[in-house]
């Protein structure tokens, strides 16, 4: 299985960045996929999820109404959209799936991981 994220720049605070992930060698359409991402000293935390058919979206609160998770199962691709972004946010940000349909906010749930991609948010 490999995830491979991609889309992680430098923006100004109050910017908008696109992430993608890109999934091969696993059912892409049967599998949950997660965002998360990781500050320099802190642990992951859980940004964003989707259910494998994107029926159903979760995100962590301190993104509702900013960020939007959504996946192409035809392109086996999922995609994090981040608006009105804050220097806190500033991390590498992971794409991870699960072999379960239903998204969740826990790390430990998601099987596969990708390698990561590193935004800034500069103030």
């Known amino acids: 299985v490999q995830l491979q994220a991609s889309g992680g720049r430098l923006v100004q605070a109050g910017g908008s960045l696109s992430l993608s992930c890109a999934a091969s060698g696993l059912t892409f359409s049967t599998s949950a996929m997660g965002w998360f991402r990781q500050a320099p000293g802190k642990e992951r935390e859980f940004v964003a999820a989707?259910?494998?058919?994107?029926?159903?979206?979760y995100y962590a609160d301190s993104v509702k109404g900013r960020f939007t998770i959504s996946r192409d199962n035809a392109r086996n691709m999922v995609t994090l959209q981040m608006n009105s972004l804050k220097p806190e946010e500033t991390a590498v940000y992971y794409c991870?799936?699960?072999?379960?349909?239903?998204?969740?906010?826990?790390?430990?749930?998601?099987?596969?991981w990708g390698q990561g991609t590193q935004v800034t948010v500069s103030s």
């Open positions: 991870a799936a699960r072999r379960l349909s239903i998204g969740s906010s826990y790390p430990a749930h998601y099987d596969y």
């Open positions: 989707i259910s494998s058919r994107a029926s159903t979206t």
